[in-house]
């Protein structure tokens, strides 16, 4: 993930997508992505964190279907996920 931004977040969904759809594995760095209840100064209001993220990316590969051909993404260390 480049950046912790809207630009960032959907631009790199974008590319999973895409991967995504030729039955491509994925794995991402998310380190960038800030905590729950960080201050975003662009909005002045908070972050929701990482897990709702998640379960963007998690349907939207789910969605692109992969084929049937993926598991489903698993955090196991990431509660809510």
Request: aromatic share 4%; with cysteine.
């Amino acid at each position: 993930m480049s950046e912790d931004s809207i630009n960032g977040i959907y631009d790199t969904l974008k590319q999973c997508a895409l991967i995504s759809k030729s039955a491509g594995g994925i794995g991402l760095a998310v380190s960038c992505i800030r905590a729950t209840g960080s201050y975003i100064a662009g909005t002045n209001g908070t972050s929701n964190g990482l897990v709702p993220m998640l379960r963007v990316y998690n349907n939207t590969a789910r969605y692109v279907d992969q084929g049937g051909n993926k598991v489903r993404i698993r955090a196991k260390d990431v509660e809510g996920v």
